[in-house]
Each structure stands twice: as C-alpha cells, then as structure tokens.
C-alpha cells in the first residue's frame, strides 16, 4: 500500500475511533528529511514518521504528529535522511563467505575455475546459514530491506532472513550439474515445491523456483522450472544475458 493510502485508511480509522487525546503508537522517527515516496514524491524537511507495530501509519510535520501521536519509542533522526528500504534485485547472500576470493576475470573463468570448485568443496546448510546471517547483518546496516535471492538450501537462508526481519524473494536453485543440496537436476525441482509449500504463506518470504541460468540447464529442467512457478505462482528467477558470450551462447542453442 503506497504511503498516501495509507494516510487516507489512518485518516478514516482515525475519524471512526473519534477517541479524544493522542493516539497510542509504538514509534515516532523525528526531525530527519523525510522521502516519502508517494503520489506526489513529497520530502518533507523535517519530517516524522508515525510507527504502530509492523504498519507506517503516518507521515506529516513533526509539530503536527506530535499533536496527533504518543510514541512508545522516539528515535531522533536531525540530520538524517528517513527513506523506504532499498532493494536489492539480485544476489547469492551466502556468497559473502568467497569474498576476496577471485575478482575481475571473466564472468565464465570465475565461475568454473574459482566459484564452483569452492561451492563444491564448502556449501554447507552451516555454511549458508552463517552466511545469511553475515549478509543479513551487512543489508541492514546499508538500508536495504528486501532481497531477492538464488542458492543452496535456501530454506536456510529464508530462515535466516525472516529472523533478521528482512523480506526476500528467495529461490531454490536447479541445475544440471551434482551440487551440494541435489544429486540431480529432479532432486533441485524436489526441494524447490518443498521450499515453496514451506514458505508460501510467510508474511516476509517469496519463496520463487531458480533455474540458474540457460547455459547450466537444459531444456527439459528449464521447462519443468517454467512449470512448478506456473503451479504456485510463484516467481521464477533465473540469469539471463549477463554477457555477451552469454547470449551468443543461447542463440546458438
Ligand atoms: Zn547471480
């Protein structure tokens, strides 16, 4: 619900309960530069931002939210920026685990000759739960709020995430190769309708089928995954045309 709904639900909320004095809330972030991001894209400079369990409920001037709120919690944001969560549209979060390991090469040379080989020898559901965690650590403290994601044992890293209180659109890998979480290309298909049946109704997960990528599947995985996200109707999350010998590589096919 973009924020100018939901100043409009507070408003009317607010009109029905008709309760005299300041209405109970649990946070009030004050006095930064507020970025709304609504119809009109207001900032409000300064701004506050009226917090009530996991729900923005408002956002005006500080002077007219402290008319209209008593906060629980009060968090001074002068001389702050007060903006939604970034989101960050594509990364492995247990990967933090190989940083340093090989930069700047070819995105095939870092695959094959570096990446794989480590997965191989150290993904581990402790490994990707450690990980997660490391990463979840590293998004928050940078703004970003919501992840989409593609690995191994992926219930580990959705488990780490709706720990951390971070929302993600997370995807079991498939791949055609033997990888750490399946023998087969069938035993990944396997584990992803686990995996989506398992997180379907969380409140912060996505769960999502990921083919990794057209060159490391063939065409009946990529079809069977096209399938099981058709089934759900979850999201299907795959690499596509990442490099020029990627997509060279798919025409010929
Ligand atoms: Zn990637």
Redesign the pocket.
């Known amino acids: 619900m973009c924020v100018a709904a939901l100043i409009a639900l507070i408003a009317a909320v607010g009109g029905a309960a008709a309760q005299p004095g300041r209405r109970a809330i649990s946070i009030i972030v004050s006095g930064g530069t507020v970025i709304t991001e609504n119809g009109a894209r207001q900032v409000l400079a300064p701004g506050s931002v009226a917090i009530d369990g996991t729900d923005i409920v408002d956002v005006g001037t500080p002077d007219a939210m402290a008319a209209k709120y008593q906060a629980r919690e009060s968090v001074d944001a002068r001389g702050q920026v007060v903006l939604p969560g970034l989101i960050n549209t594509?990364?492995?979060a247990p990967m933090v685990m190989y940083r340093g390991l090989a930069d700047d090469l070819a995105l095939m040379d870092w695959l094959q000759q570096y990446i794989f080989p480590a997965e191989a020898k150290t993904v581990s559901p402790e490994m990707v739960r450690i990980g997660t965690r490391l990463a979840a650590l590293e998004m928050i403290e940078s703004g970003t709020t919501t992840f989409v994601d593609?690995y191994y044992f992926e219930e580990e890293i959705a488990r780490a995430a709706f720990g951390a209180g971070l929302r993600g659109v997370l995807g079991q890998t498939i791949i055609q190769f033997p990888v750490a979480d399946a023998k087969t290309p069938a035993d990944g298909l396997a584990r992803a309708e686990r995996f989506i049946r398992e997180f379907n109704d969380n409140g912060l997960i996505v769960p999502a089928v990921a083919p990794h990528a057209l060159y490391t599947n063939d065409l009946a995985t990529l079809t069977a995954s096209a399938e099981l996200g058709r089934k759900y109707g979850v999201p299907v999350l795959i690499?596509f045309a990442e490099t020029e010998d990627e997509v060279r590589t798919a025409r010929e096919k």
């Open positions: 594509h990364t492995h593609m690499h």
